[in-house]
């Protein structure tokens, strides 16, 4: 291997490294304006399931649970904490098949609120037929069983 490329890796090395400090940087600073204690299982298992979703390996979870005195969190736990390659580190709205299960839908909460804030207008273009007398009982019927939808859409409300 030439020294050029050795130069390389090691540039890539120390991007890589900045960006992970960043990253614990940003959920440390998280975690705690959370109301998480630092260095409490609740702080440890926030940021380090954070982390794993942008790319940190177990190996390097569970070097951040040690340097926290939680070397002996199961396996698992950092398993399940990384990303999987195959999913996307971020979904968008639409259609979502989990492998080895029937298709779904998954919607994004910045567009569950949108569908809902544009439901209620309806419901209140509703009211004001309603009040007049021109609305059939059956549309009143369906829109009764869109409240539950509208009610779930809302449900998302927060931060992820």
């Given at each position: 291997m030439s020294s050029h490329a050795i130069g390389e890796e090691e540039v890539g090395d120390t991007m890589r490294a900045r960006r992970h400090k960043r990253y614990v940087e940003m959920f440390t600073a998280e975690a705690l304006s959370a109301g998480f204690r630092l260095g409490s299982l609740e702080?440890?298992?926030?940021?380090?399931?954070?982390?794993?979703?942008?790319?940190?390996?177990?190996?390097?979870?569970?070097?951040?649970?040690a340097r926290h005195g939680y070397d002996?969190?199961?396996?698992?736990?950092?398993?399940?904490?990384?990303?999987?390659?195959?999913?996307?580190?971020?979904?968008?709205?639409?259609?979502?098949?989990?492998?080895?299960?029937?298709?779904?839908?998954?919607?994004?909460?910045?567009?569950?609120?949108?569908?809902?804030?544009?439901?209620?207008?309806?419901f209140a273009a509703l009211e004001a037929r309603a009040s007049s007398g021109d609305v059939a009982q059956e549309e009143i019927s369906a829109w009764a069983k869109l409240q539950s939808?509208?009610?779930?859409?809302?449900s998302c409300r927060g931060q992820p």
């Open positions: 702080f440890v298992t926030s940021v380090a399931t954070q982390l794993g979703q942008f790319g940190f390996s177990e190996d390097e979870l569970r070097e951040f649970a002996d969190l199961d396996p698992r736990f950092f398993q399940a904490a990384v990303r999987h390659p195959s999913l996307p580190g971020r979904l968008e709205t639409g259609v979502l098949k989990p492998e080895g299960d029937w298709l779904g839908v998954f919607i994004r909460g910045d567009d569950a609120l949108s569908y809902a804030r544009r439901l209620r207008s309806l939808l509208v009610e779930l859409l809302e």
